[in-house]
């Protein structure tokens, strides 16, 4: 069977993948032979899984005596999945040494020079640390599978068994990924552990999260959670291959945080104009609102035209996916009764706050949307550009879904969107889309910088080009969309569907 590539992966030729392996089992010896990171692996794999046994045989015969063992059959799952997770947590720590570990222990000039490429080099160190802790992972579920039918006489469903096996696999791989990304940009195994944060924090709350789903038995959810992570394997590697450099690895000294330096720099891409900004020996102009407007705005749309069509094509099928939902879950009749709509409704919602619902006043609206966009380029930077376009398509299938409950009692769609939605929407919806594309180019630029440029000079370039865009264009049109939301918009609506 013909093998398929990861997306966003090139699929590397056999020559490669041999050659890589020869690196995997050269590291997999040097970890068989480390006691310090064989002992916690064997003690998790042999002990953990017969502690989580008697743990899940007296929650069973617990939870029998009051007549919920649905409570029981659900916390088994939960179990498994965890320890099949503590074993791969070791992956990290061996995947954070891979490089920075050698270049401590003054092995990393004879490794570097090896006759293989840098993806030969880079697949064989990610398969040497993923490889023994996955190992540990496998058995240790086997070991409570084991236990558990001699015990209790359980037996899991195939597709349970099967999504958990994947789902350690794929979180072991994101871990190892990531943290191999990290030991190839730093000096130190220091800073390295210290950036692990980035990595620990966010599984963290994906196995809150998982937990959750396995309690409520959305197992379903459980299959777009694993394509998911597999998805950001994908992009980890092509990262990792993108940025792997070995000239970098050999002359880089030491770590400093030069607050002077990184502050020169932003400096030089925010007053520079867009189309020099990555000429640095251009001289830095004084600012200029009004070049900033007239040469370095449109500029940068232009520039930037990719990313705004994917975030607009984004907003329409999330338009199109609400409606789609709405006759599944019908809204409480007369719920949206438009019949008589009077204007003591909107004179009643000045001021009030409903829900998650921002206040209902010109500040409290722009404050609200400026924030959600603003929020949404920081989680950029720990998403690769994801959580931006979430945060964008949540709302929008909101209102597709609410076009689509006003169809079920026969009004127009077409209607409601242009009372509700188009007056302040033509400021609005453009702003929230040039927001979220210039917010994607962040986390898009640590993935893969732009040519010439490192990582760091890549994020502060894209980080000054968002600065621009948001201060003198996405501001200004929230703001407006605001006054027209709460002072145009409910006119508009009224005279439509005002009795």
Do not use: C
């Not at 440029?453 to 600065?467: R, S, W």
């Amino acid at each position: 069977m013909m093998a398929v590539a990861a997306p966003g992966v090139s699929r590397p030729p056999r020559r490669s993948i041999a050659t890589a392996l020869v690196i995997t089992r050269r590291e997999i010896k040097d970890s068989l032979r480390d006691w310090r990171i064989m002992m916690p692996i064997v003690i998790l794999t042999l002990v953990f899984p017969a502690l989580m046994n008697v743990t899940a045989r007296l929650a069973v015969n617990w939870v029998e005596q009051y007549n919920a063992t649905i409570v029981g059959e659900r916390l088994i799952p939960f179990m498994l999945m965890i320890v099949g997770f503590f074993p791969i947590s070791f992956s990290l720590v061996i995947a954070l040494e891979t490089f920075v570990g050698e270049k401590e222990r003054n092995s990393i000039e004879p490794l570097l020079s090896m006759p293989v490429t840098d993806l030969e080099l880079y697949l064989g160190k990610i398969l040497a640390a993923l490889v023994v802790p996955l190992g540990a992972s496998y058995l240790g579920i086997s070991i409570y599978l084991v236990g558990l039918y001699f015990s209790i006489d359980w037996m899991p469903d195939i597709r349970l068994l099967a999504q958990i096996f994947l789902l350690t696999t794929a979180e072991g791989l994101v871990m190892v990924s990531g943290a191999v990304v990290i030991s190839s940009q730093t000096t130190s195994v220091r800073a390295a552990n210290l950036l692990a944060s980035f990595i620990i924090i966010p599984m963290a709350f994906l196995l809150q999260g998982e937990s959750i789903l396995l309690f409520w038995g959305e197992y379903d959810v459980i299959w777009a959670i694993i394509v998911a992570l597999l998805i950001v394997d994908a992009i980890l590697i092509r990262m990792g291959v993108r940025i792997f450099n070995r000239e970098e690895i050999l002359a880089r000294e030491m770590d400093t945080l030069n607050l002077r330096t990184i502050w020169r720099d932003f400096k030089g891409y925010f007053l520079r104009p867009a189309a020099q900004a990555l000429n640095r020996n251009a001289p830095s102009p004084k600012f200029n609102v009004w070049q900033m407007w007239r040469r370095d705005i449109p500029w940068l749309l232009r520039a930037n035209k990719v990313p705004i069509r994917i975030v607009a094509g984004l907003l329409l099928l999330s338009v199109g996916l609400g409606v789609l939902i709405a006759p599944r879950y019908p809204l409480p009749p007369g719920s949206l009764d438009l019949s008589n709509l009077s204007a003591e409704s909107f004179e009643r919602l000045e001021g009030t706050r409903i829900g998650f619902l921002p206040t209902f006043s010109v500040m409290g609206v722009f404050s609200h949307n400026v924030r959600v966009i603003f929020v949404s380029a920081v989680l950029a930077v720990f998403s690769f550009g994801v959580m931006p376009l979430i945060l964008l398509m949540i709302p929008m299938v909101a209102v597709g879904f609410f076009t689509g409950a006003v169809m079920l009692p026969g009004y127009s769609p077409w209607v409601f969107l242009a009372a509700f939605i188009v007056p302040h929407g033509l400021f609005e919806l453009p702003a929230a889309v040039i927001g979220a594309a210039f917010a994607l180019r962040i986390g898009a630029a640590l993935m893969s910088p732009p040519e010439g440029l490192d990582v760091g000079q890549g994020f502060l370039l894209m980080l000054a080009n968002f600065v621009k865009i948001f201060v003198f264009l996405v501001i200004p049109m929230l703001l407006v969309a605001a006054f027209v939301e709460i002072n145009i918009t409910p006119q508009i609506a009224f005279r439509i569907y005002g009795g």
